[in-house]
């Protein structure tokens, strides 16, 4: 019989890659930003430490991202009716510019996840709200 030590670098990685995959693909279709969400919040709880801190930078992006594109689109919202009188554009200009900004940060840390789990590391700070 063998004995076999089992390292933090060895859990599998299929289950993250799949939820940063389906983030990413998001993208196209948006359905999938909510299937990489609920595949997150499922596989946590079972996790092993790698994949757990991946699991929760991945469900923390989600939510932050939403949060800031939901401001982002009420900026947006409001200066619709203003850019009629010529003060709203502004407005319009803001909001979308925040929702692309928030799109860009989402794919830096999905981008940022994907490389720590290639190397086989826990996500150094899951909690962070920066890269």
């Known amino acids: 019989m063998t004995d076999t030590i089992v390292t933090p670098s060895s ?3 299929l289950l993250p890659a799949v939820v940063y995959g389906l983030y990413l693909l998001g993208f196209t279709n948006g359905l999938t930003f909510f299937v990489g969400l609920i595949v997150a919040y499922v596989s946590r709880d079972s996790a092993g430490p790698v994949n757990a801190s991946h699991f ?3 469900i923390r992006s989600f939510w932050l991202s939403i949060a800031g594109f939901l401001l982002g689109l009420a ?3 409001v200066g619709i009716p203003l850019s009629f009188v010529l003060i709203g554009i502004p407005m ?3 909001g979308g510019a925040i929702m692309g900004a928030i799109g860009l940060w989402f794919i830096a840390r999905c981008i940022a996840g994907i490389y720590y789990l290639a ?3 826990a996500y150094p700070r899951p909690q962070s709200w920066l890269i």
């Open 56 to 58: 929760t930078f991945a």
């Open 11 to 13: 859990e599998e990685k």
């Open 92 to 94: 319009l200009m803001l």
């Open 119 to 121: 190397r086989g590391e």
């Open 75 to 77: 900026i947006f919202v």
